[in-house]
């Protein structure tokens, strides 16, 4: 293997300094942690065990959960326990003023009869519809949480919700259902501006759920467990403000399984997580083609920091779904390493999607090893070139990242009507680089 090593020099360590003093990238990111204020619980606690669950792991605890969180709702909020055991649930919708608190030892487990979970206002890649609850939901609610060391298993699996992704390496035959047609249907709808009311999907349709979904919520906190097993994305808040994720550890291999994907929030922390997933570690999105603009909501103001990804396609990716636009992203002092994780930062757009990528911080962060490269800037995803929406990423800075293995360290495509901007590379070492860097349509590029 060929043994490439690169370092920014002196002039480049010195512009930078003077673009950060420009554009107060530290005050920013510290403005952003201000402002990020995970919500408080009255002291307040009901236990399922009181509303009838049964620790077992094969009776329906569903309307135990249910009534234990419409008391703490009642009662002006509160903690619903969880305690030690295996509980059988399906669906539960979170209301405002409720912690969900999962006691160490405590399995929530979910039924993978789509029958149970009903349909409910969500998103979809992007695009809004009417489809399957999440495994667990809450819409328009302020102050909710999951917290505890216990455990969420979506019980999803190559028999279960995942032979929906229409592959053989999903558990998909020839003859069985599978989701293309339905994708088809949603992104068309989107496209023409289709009543989100009338987009149903659900019962009868093959748009597997994501594991938790907070909707147009206010102060959102998950901390301290580990899920498994999606059906399809884990951690999926959208149009939310004010979201800590923090000690949360994800281990679920299936497809589209992200570990955590905030869609058009506003002030979104990420802290000490763990990702081994089956597709993007975080992925940071805002709609997709004509729906994220008719929502034209923008991702913005997110720390990602002291979080370890192990398998995935990308460490953080942003995309591919951005129409809304994403800025002010600030990734910091984290550790990416596995020869089953292709990318370390990764943006992913084309002419279809369309959107600004802007203000994006990666620094401190150190990579073992990934199979492609370190740093992924592509506008020929998918669909590639040829729509009306010429995608704009600019503001791009890489300080302070060593990478120890490699095929390149930098990939970055634009086209020639759309170039990337603004990309500057300080003070890093990619090792042990088997090939040069892909560079087209790059103007301002600093390293």
Request: aromatic share 8%; proline share 4%.
């Amino acid at each position: 293997m060929t043994r490439r090593v690169f370092v920014a020099g002196a002039a480049a360590a010195m512009r930078y300094a003077r673009g950060a003093a420009e554009t107060g990238a530290a005050r920013q990111m510290s403005a952003v942690l201000a402002r990020i204020q995970p919500p408080r619980f009255p002291d307040r606690q009901f236990d399922i065990l009181k509303y009838g669950a049964v620790a077992d792991g094969r009776t329906d605890c569903s309307d135990a959960l249910a009534k234990a969180i419409q008391a703490c709702f009642s009662a002006g909020g509160g903690t619903v326990i969880v305690p030690r055991g295996i509980f059988l649930t399906a669906a539960i919708h979170l209301k405002s003023g409720t912690n969900l608190h999962l006691e160490d030892g405590a399995v929530l487990r979910f039924v993978t009869d789509p029958k149970r979970y009903p349909l409910v206002y969500s998103r979809w890649e992007g695009t809004e519809c009417m489809n399957y609850s999440p495994l667990i939901y809450a819409f328009e609610q302020t102050n909710i949480a999951i917290t505890g060391a216990g455990l969420l298993d979506g019980q999803a699996n190559t028999e279960t919700w995942w032979p929906w992704k229409g592959n053989a390496k999903s558990g998909w035959k020839t003859g069985m259902p599978d989701q293309k047609r339905d994708r088809d249907t949603l992104v068309g709808m989107g496209d023409k501006n289709v009543a989100v009311a009338q987009r149903v999907f659900g019962e009868g349709h093959y748009l597997r759920p994501p594991f938790v979904q907070p909707y147009r919520c206010t102060n959102v906190l998950i901390e301290g467990v580990t899920i498994r097993n999606s059906p399809f994305w884990e951690l999926n808040p959208v149009l939310c403000k004010n979201v800590t994720v923090r000690d949360v550890k994800i281990d679920s291999h299936g497809p589209n399984n992200d570990g955590c994907d905030p869609e058009s929030c506003d002030g979104v922390l990420i802290d000490h997580c763990e990702f081994s997933t089956g597709d993007d570690c975080i992925a940071i999105k805002s709609g997709r083609n004509e729906d994220g603009r008719r929502v034209h909501t923008p991702c913005q103001n997110l720390v990602i920091r002291n979080c370890s990804m192990k398998d995935g396609h990308g460490g953080v990716s942003i995309g591919s779904e951005v129409s809304g636009d994403v800025r002010n992203v600030f990734v910091d002092h984290c550790r990416m390493d596995s020869p089953n994780l292709d990318r370390a930062l990764r943006i992913k757009s084309n002419t279809y999607r369309g959107g600004i990528v802007e203000n994006i911080y990666f620094t401190n962060n150190s990579v073992g090893q990934v199979s492609e490269a370190v740093i992924d800037i592509d506008f020929n995803y998918e669909e590639g070139n040829g729509g009306p929406h010429n995608p704009v990423v600019r503001n791009v800075v890489v300080e302070n990242v060593t990478s120890g293995k490699s095929k390149h360290a930098l990939y970055l495509r634009g086209f020639k009507n759309a170039a990337i901007t603004g990309v500057r590379i300080v003070n890093c070492k990619f090792e042990n680089v088997a090939q040069g860097n892909v560079i087209e349509n790059v103007e301002g590029l600093e390293q």
